[in-house]
């Protein structure tokens, strides 16, 4: 282990890299919010009852279905990148390029859907 | 810098670590195959003209029937409902889980610090993916 990694949750939440961390911490956020919806969902549809038709309402509600489409395409924009680049590590000379080829690709295709669920959550 | 740009190959994957690396790529390439694969199926099964993109959507991310249930003009849910869709889905359902719980574990390996509650963490990891996959496939299997 040449790589010092036992510092403490503080040290670690407070580190800030420079370009990429953003991604780096984007891609987590993505992640952990798919992973607490996935089980939340597969659970309530297991369970069913009560509980399943409360937490349906949570996840039919539009703020919270922004919140889960950012995490989605997000994460699997900034996945397709990573994979593409640590596939083929001679593309890693580009990767400043790279991310914003990814924004370019995330930022219409997000805007467009929060627009329409934000129109449909308004009441339009 | 050198050393990122060495081929697959040259850098060796003899670590559980590095085999772990490899697996995360490929799940989700296998992930972009299989959510393309259940829009296409979708298509083919007459979405173009009685579904909504929403709809649509839902259903690419997990062939599941009950995802196609709240669209209103699909006249028949049987091929939606069939042993390969179902089987399909549980494909994508544990190749998704595996891929999670990895991420899970590696996010925690950065925040415990000792190397014990590492261990125990990844334990959990294990059960709660085999638990949530039992959980998925038998909500998928009995929709």
Redesign the interface.
């Known amino acids: 282990m040449g790589l010092k990694r036992d510092v403490s949750l503080s040290t670690g939440l407070r580190y800030k890299g420079p370009a990429g961390y953003l991604n780096f911490i984007l891609h987590r956020i993505g992640g952990l919010g798919m992973a607490t919806f996935i089980t939340v969902h597969i659970l309530s549809s297991l369970l069913g009852g009560e509980i399943g038709v409360f937490l349906n309402r949570i996840y039919e509600n539009w703020v919270f279905q922004i919140f889960i489409f950012f995490c989605v395409l997000f994460h699997a924009i900034n996945g397709l990148r990573i994979t593409i680049l640590d596939l083929y590590p001679k593309l890693l000379e580009h990767q400043t390029e790279a991310v914003w080829v990814q924004w370019a690709f995330f930022l219409p295709i997000f805007g467009m859907a929060v627009f329409v669920l934000a129109s449909i959550g308004a009441g339009g | 810098m050198a050393q990122?740009?060495?081929?697959?190959k040259q850098r060796g994957l003899m670590n559980f670590e590095a085999q772990m690396w490899l697996f995360t790529?490929l799940s989700?390439?296998a992930m972009?195959a299989l959510i393309l694969f259940a829009l296409i199926g979708a298509l083919v099964m007459g979405a173009r003209n009685q579904m909504s993109l929403a709809d649509v959507m839902r259903w690419a991310?997990m062939p599941n029937v009950?995802h196609v249930q709240s669209a209103p003009d699909v006249p028949d849910l049987a091929p939606w409902s069939s042993i390969f869709w179902k089987v399909t889905a549980i494909a994508l359902l544990a190749v998704?889980t595996a891929h999670?719980?990895h991420?899970?574990v590696v996010?925690a390996d950065?925040?415990i610090?000792?190397a014990g509650g590492r261990k125990v963490a990844r334990l959990l990891s294990i059960i709660f993916m085999l638990g949530?996959i039992a959980?998925?496939a038998?909500?998928i299997w009995t929709?």
């Open positions: 990122r740009k060495l081929s697959l790529r989700a390439l972009y991310f009950t998704a999670g719980v991420g899970l996010i950065d925040y610090a000792s949530m959980a998925g038998i909500v929709s």
